[in-house]
Every structure is written in structure tokens, then in C-alpha cells.
């Protein structure tokens, strides 16, 4: 399994770059020799357990908490905990925290407008749009304490984006949210990425929109970066197992005795929607599979290499291997 | 240091305790027992109640009659009416800041871990020293304020239900304006800063409050016991009070300063 830092473009210059970090609290270690490599503009992905140690680096990442020892830390060109000062008024930080509940919707934005720099008109103004963008228009006047829970996210988020940072970590953003609000969310982390070259750091257990947004994740168990890279390329060194899916018509059958006999398969199985999986020996065999499966007199709707998912990865790297297609056969 | 940002915080804090009844409360039953009834309670029996003077036993009597004016002197209602007015409520006044304070510090950085809305604030732009300083003023101001209003009540209340009995308005004095302008500001900070010190090492408001007070109490209680006393002296005994009271806020504020780390509040945070 790598351990290699997580390396975006790397003649960008680095929005992240952590060596060695490491974070005990008393007896308990919660970070173990941390590295990570993030270019600016990258959407990364941090995936890890309850407990990983995700929180905990985010802190370190903002100089709200300091390493028990670290080689290297530094975030946007500067130095950390030294250049923390420094460093604050570029970042953006929506985390488990809460908003001022007694307070407005739109008087909780101008408050961290206000913090950040901005005038208490250009503050204003910077809420509103933020409210806007986020659909609360109609709420801004309303105390956040009578938001519903993924009015209250949007909040938060839209507080983290309220003075324009380059650096933007989220802590589980789309919690609370429904499916919709999720999607618009990722569209938005997408374009602003794309559009500002706004960094974002995400921190999340959602593993089917950290493969759709992030160009980079990295997986956090016990304290240690078990995997990282492109989602693509971390499933396919977690996962290393290699399947074929072969999708009959539907008044078709495949037999999975003639599929198993073909060269380069180890193994098939039936799935609930009448496809069968096929496992290959490894990844030069497909083509050939490909092809045999193709020449059998069977109307197919499609046959074709399943790559592994995030989620799948995930799962191997936390133990949890029973949950991942074909595991334990 | 950024006095935007202070200001902005100072405010959010400000409004926030304003619209707690947890707080606003005590910060109206209180005063309103301290500052409105018992003046009017006991000016009112000394006008309606001709023996209440004489009931009041040797404390009025043994007075140093050098504190008080001659037209003090003329009859025992007159004597008490000066004492109880001039003399024994300057002690009471000495606690309306310090319960005001202490309740809004306490609820200021320990109030904001008990809410989860404190690590927000540390992750923006805003320096240790502003984040202090901000909580401190957001405790300082409404403090001083509210006593200035309350005096201002005072002397309002002495002057309909007192100068009728004094035969002139008599009230404030200047030790009282000394008292106000000097020495009230000055143990009002040397307070607060207690309380936000041990707030942010506190779990929550009520803890905070607790031991806030449990620290605050006998140190006010000393000063308040001999603010009787103190008011008899000179006003330059005053002056001088406030300006080692105010010695030692310096130095507080700058232990404060000095001593708080947002990574050592964040450790406190689960």
C-alpha cells in the first residue's frame, strides 16, 4: 500500500504541504506521521472513520492546534504555527461548530464579514449574495436557531465563503442536506474550484460525492494516511481485485459454469439484477475475456471491466472488507 | 490590534446576552431590589414613620458627625436619611457592575464552548489579543453603563423621596462621583478579567459563573464591606483606591493577554 504524499499538478505551486505531522493527545496518538502534497485549485478529499484523526488535522491545518512534532507545515506559502496570523485571513472553515443561534441569518454572515476585513456594507453585501446563492434569501432576517438542520449547513457553509478565501476546508458539508441541495453544493465546490482556483479540503464519509468532486482523496485510519491519489487511483491499489461485468438481454441467460471456463477468469458471481461478475486474474486479461465473453451466442446488453469504487477502496482500507463486491468469496 | 474586528465582537456579544433572559434576568430583579426599593423603602419610612430613625440604633448614632454636613445634623431622620443614603448603599452599588460582569464573562468564551460557536471565531482572521480584549470590553462596557444607568436612577429616587426630607438635594456627593467615575470602572476590570481568565478554561457557562464568583465574591465583599468606610475618608483616599485597582488591572490584562492561546482553549474542546 502507498504512502506516498498526495501530489496534484506538481508544478503548481502548493496550497497544503504537510511532512512528518504528528498529534498525541496524552497516551492516545491521534495523528502518526502525516504527509500530504495539495495544489492550489485541487478539490481534496479526506476520508476516514469517526475517530481517523480528520478533525484534529483540519485544527492543525488552521494553527488553532499545535503538532506534537512536524517536519514540514505549511499552508498557502506559509509557514504554520508561525505564520498562522498570516494564514487565517486566506481560509475558510465550516466544521461541526455552531452559528449564533439568537441572531440572524444574515447578521451570523456579516459578523465573520466583519472578521475577515470587510466593511459592515461590503459585508453586507457579500452576505446577501452568499444567501442568495444558497437559497435562504427569504430566511436572511430569521435567527438561526429556528433554521432547520440543512438550512442551518447551508449557513455555515455560506460562512465559510464569506471572505473570499483561497484555501476552503468543509467538514462533512452535505450532512443534513437533501439530495438536491448536495448536488447544487458539489456543482458550486466544482465551479468555484474550477473558476477561482479556490482550494478545498473536504472531510467526509460521503464516498460517492467525494469520487464525483475531489481530483485528489486520501484515506486517514488510525492516525496514518493509509492511501492516496486520484479517487481512481486509490480504488485501484486498495482494490486490487479485477472484474468484468457481463450484462445479458433480458430475455437472455449466461451460464456462470461456461463463464468461469473462459481463459484469465478466477471466478464469477450472479448479481441480484441477472449480471454476472466476472474476476479477472489481472488487468492484461481483459481484453482477452472481453472478447471471448462478446463471441459467446448470447444477446448482451454489455460486457465491459468494473472498476473498483471509492467506496470500495474505502471499505478495504478500514477493515471492512466483507462489504466490498465479491469480498470474502 | 484590528478594533473593527473587536468591535464586531463586542457587539455580537452584546446583543447575544441582551436577548438571553438567562442573563437579562438577574441583571433587572437585582438592581431593581438594590437601586429602587430599598432607597425608597427606607427613605419612605424615615418621611412616614416617625420613630424609624430612633429604631435604627447606635450606628446612626455613633456616625462620625464630622461626615456629615450640618444640615445633616438637624434631626435623626435627617442623620439617617445621609448615612443610609451616602454612606451604607455605596456598598450595594459596588455589586450591581460585578454581578452584571461576571455573568456576561462567564457567558462569554465558556458560554461560547458550551454553544459549540467558539472554534468558529478562532478559525477567522481575529487574534488572541482581539478575541480577549473584545470579551473583556463586551463585559466592561455593558457593566459600566448599567451601573451609570442605576446611579443615575439612584440619584433620581434620592432626589424625589430624599430632598423633601433633607429640605435640598444633597445627593450625588463627590466621593460618589469618585466612586462612579473612578473606583467602580477599575474594580469592574480587575473582575471581568478574572472571570474571562477562568472562562476559557472553563466547560461552560454555569462552571464559569461558579467559580468566577467563588474567586470574585470574597475579593468584592472585602471592598464592598469598607466601601462605607471609604466614602467617609477623602475623596483623594478614593482616587488613590482606583488608581491601585487600576495598577492592577494593567497588569491583569496584560497576564491575560499574554497567557491565552487559542490551540490550549481548542485542547478543551472535544
Known sequence: MSSDPVRADIGDSLAIEVKGLTRSFGAVSALDGVDLEIARGTVFGLLGPNGAGKTTTVRILNGVLEATAVECLRVLGHDLPRDAAAVRPLVGVQTDTSLYDRMSALDNLVLFGRLYGATRGAARGKAEALLAMFGLTDRAGDRAGTFSKGMRQKLLLARALVGDPELVYLDEPTAGLDPEASHELMVHIRTMSERDHTTFFIASHRLDEMEEVCSQVAVLVDGRIRECGSPAEVARRAVPRVLVRVAPAPDAMVRPEVLRGLPGVVDT?????????LEAAGSSDVPRIVKAVAALPVDLLGVGEEPPTLAEAYLTLVGATDMVRGGGS | ????????????????ALSNPQIVMPLIVVPLVIVVGYPIIYLLALRLTPGAASGLGGFIGDFPRSALPSFALA???????????????????????????????ANSLAGEKERRTLEGLLYTPLSDAELVVAKIGSSFLPALGFTWICFAIYTAIIAVFGAPLMGRVFFPT?????LMLLLLPATSLLVISIVVMVS?????????????GAIVLPLIGVVAAQASGLMVLSTTVIVVAAAVFALADVVMLRVIVRSFRRARVVSYLS
Do not use: C, H
Open chain 1, 269 to 277: 458471481s450472479v448479481q441480484q439484477d441477472g449480471s454476472v461478475l
Open chain 2, 1 to 16: 490590534m484590528d478594533w473593527g474586528r473587536v468591535r464586531a465582537v463586542m457587539g455580537k456579544d452584546v446583543r447575544e
Open chain 2, 75 to 105: 434631626n435623626t431622620a435627617r442623620r439617617a436619611a445621609y448615612v443610609g443614603v451616602v454612606y451604607l448603599f455605596a456598598g450595594f452599588f459596588l455589586l450591581v457592575p460585578v454581578m452584571v460582569s461576571t455573568v456576561i464573562a
Open chain 2, 174 to 178: 463627590l466621593n460618589w462621583w469618585a
Open chain 2, 200 to 212: 476559557a478554561k472553563a466547560r461552560g457557562f454555569q462552571e464559569a459563573n461558579a467559580i468566577g
